[in-house]
């Protein structure tokens, strides 16, 4: 994928803020501090287009970014310990309506950190993907974080807690391995093709 004409296209929280230039847009979500951040700028190869977290849980917004004909869409990272319950339901909200509004969203992936057992909110955020008819790709994040003779295990860990149905719905991604961004690019163009 070529990345040489990459910018931050719109910043919304509702969907008189979405981009309305019809193109098909992969949506990421997962908790703040999981890498989607790091996963996006290394996707998109900049060092800095979009804010990785020194305050976590600070992101309130869906952050649209535009690479050639296609959308990176980076929604707001749950979890973050220290929120209200109101501003967890406004979160939910923003998440929601885009879910459901989107007609040219192609997948939503979730983002999971290959070292621990996905949380509950996970599985909530899983179950919502999979029910509202996306494929249930779930990015195991800091792959260099595990030896690769244990990362099976990790894997497995994951999918049984989050019930992916497929193991090969689960794709593994390190910002320290540079092929990642090659193959990640690969799975996501032949989703736009098929
Ligand atoms: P976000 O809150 O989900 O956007 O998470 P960030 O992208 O800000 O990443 C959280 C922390 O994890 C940062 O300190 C990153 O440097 C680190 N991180 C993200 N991806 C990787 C990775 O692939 N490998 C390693 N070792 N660290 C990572």
């Not at 900049?46 to 305050?55: D, E, F, V």
């Not at 195991?140 to 860990?157: C, I, M, N, S």
Request: net charge positive; glycine share 6%; proline share 3%.
């Amino acid at each position: 994928m070529k990345t040489d004409k990459v910018y931050l296209e719109k910043v919304a929280v509702d969907p008189k803020g979405y981009p309305t230039e019809p193109c098909g847009e992969f949506a990421f979500a997962g908790r703040s501090n999981v890498g989607k951040s790091s996963f996006i700028n290394a996707m998109v190869r900049r060092k800095n287009l979009a804010r990785t977290s020194s305050a976590p849980g600070k992101t309130r917004t869906i952050n649209f970014y535009r690479v050639a004909d296609l959308r990176l869409v980076d929604l707001p990272g749950y979890g973050y310990a220290k929120v209200s319950k109101s501003e967890r339901n406004s979160w939910a909200g923003i998440i929601n309506t885009y879910l459901e509004a989107r007609e040219n969203l192609l997948e939503v992936l979730l983002l999971v950190d290959i070292r621990h057992k996905p949380s509950e909110l996970d599985v909530a955020m899983y179950d919502y993907i999979v029910q509202s008819g996306y494929s249930g790709l779930v990015i195991a994040t800091k792959a260099d974080k595990v030896a690769k003779g244990q990362r099976a295990r990790h894997l497995k860990v994951i999918a049984d807690t989050l019930g992916v149905k497929e193991r090969s719905n689960i794709l593994t991604f390190s910002t320290s391995e540079k092929q990642n961004v090659e193959d990640m690019w690969a799975i996501l163009e032949d989703i736009v093709r098929f």
